[in-house]
């Protein structure tokens, strides 16, 4: 189950080679996501989550133009603070979809994932 973003990139090549060295792979990933796209090396199993893709994007690019906001500190730490607060309540929604989606958790159970 993999975590989007950079760290999708490096397991990327990792899945790529155990693919080589003959094995199954399957990836769990959420439908909205920025760079866990399907491929020939690996089985996708997606789940639908209760957010779009513009607002995905919406918080990257807020968190983005948060950091380099001029103004004092404080005020862009606040701000700061409040947009990771909304991305790691989105991360929890992401996670928590996935583990009551009940029909993509029997799969992963009967394959023994």
């Not at 807020?62 to 409040?82: A, N, T």
Request: aromatic residues 10%; charged residues 30%; glycine residues 2%.
């Amino acid at each position: 189950v993999p975590v989007d973003g950079s760290r999708w990139l490096s397991m990327r090549e990792v899945l790529d080679h155990l693919r080589q060295k003959g094995h199954e792979i399957v990836v769990v990933a959420p439908e909205i996501n920025i760079q866990i796209k399907p491929s020939e090396n690996f089985i996708m199993k997606m789940y639908p989550i209760p957010f779009t893709k513009e607002e995905l994007d919406e918080d990257i690019h807020s968190f983005s133009r948060d950091v380099f906001e001029e103004g004092s500190f404080l005020e862009r730490f606040l701000k700061v603070f409040r947009r990771l607060k909304s991305i790691s309540a989105n991360n929890l929604s992401v996670c928590a979809h996935l583990l009551y989606n009940k029909e993509l958790v029997r799969y992963l159970e009967e394959s023994k994932f």
